[in-house]
């Protein structure tokens, strides 16, 4: 079985400021990750996902994540908040050889203020 | 190119009713997902279709509901029946073929109220 953990319902950030927005999951094999970010009204989008090699994993709009398996996290990052990056993020995990289903988190709101 | 679309946007209906709704993958992906996300919940996975056949059907809560993408594009999402309990928002995902580590290309969703 495989889980996905998203331990903040709410991440608050002043604009300018670093955000980590937190992931940790549960998988028997080889993990795969992914976050999604989702503006209000509209579907899921892609920003970054881990599959293998480096641990820092760049993705769009200036998004990275660090896969970390000791501690089992991937973590979202981002070196300075916009307030335009508020919004619902989800992480999401799927197995190497396992189920082609990928298991979503709960998702973390973002705010950024001005 | 166009990504996914769903139609309609929003659909309410009256409980007992049966609904459909309507997926447009983006063109060449093979796998389609359908997921259902309700208020302050990620995507709950409902069924996963491989070109036409539905290759995991183990997410649909029960026989109400009921998926087809007879010609391996479009996909139906058919509810019978419709419960209180059904209201959420119907999220529609495609991806390239094969594979785990691809990303998934979602659609707007509908978002379906049974009053």
């Known amino acids: 079985a495989q889980s996905v953990a998203q331990p903040e319902d709410q991440v608050n950030v002043a604009e300018g400021n670093p955000l980590t927005v937190k992931c940790t999951y549960s998988?028997?094999?080889?993990?795969?990750l992914f976050w999604y970010v989702q503006y209000p009204n509209r579907g899921l989008q892609f920003l970054l996902k881990?599959?293998?090699?480096?641990?820092l994993v760049k993705g769009s709009y200036g998004f990275e994540a660090e896969f970390n398996k000791s501690q089992t996290s991937f973590h979202l990052k981002k070196p300075s908040a916009l307030v335009s990056d508020s919004a619902l993020y989800f992480c999401?995990?799927?197995?190497?050889?396992?189920?082609?289903?990928?298991?979503f988190g709960r998702g973390t709101s973002l705010i950024v203020h001005p | 190119g166009a990504g996914v679309s769903q139609t309609p946007s929003n659909k309410v209906t009256e409980k007992g009713k049966y609904v459909e709704l309507r997926c447009d993958p983006i063109?060449?992906?093979?796998?389609l997902y359908w997921y259902r996300q309700s208020l302050g919940q990620g995507p709950e996975f409902l069924i996963y279709?491989?070109?036409?056949?539905?290759?995991?059907d183990s997410g649909l809560p029960n026989d109400r509901f009921f998926a087809v993408r007879p010609e391996g594009s479009v996909s139906t999402l058919k509810i019978q029946r419709t419960e209180r309990g059904d209201s959420a928002v119907y999220l529609c995902?495609?991806?390239?073929?094969?594979?785990?580590?691809?990303?998934?290309?979602f659609g707007p969703g509908t978002r379906l109220t049974v009053l």
């Open positions: 999401a995990v799927s197995q190497s050889g396992g189920s082609y289903i990928p298991t």
């Open positions: 995902a495609s991806s390239s073929p094969g594979g785990t580590y691809n990303e998934q290309f």
């Open positions: 279709f491989q070109g036409t056949g539905a290759a995991d």
């Open positions: 063109s060449g992906h093979t796998a």
């Open positions: 998988v028997s094999g080889n993990p795969y």
């Open positions: 881990y599959i293998t090699g480096d641990n």
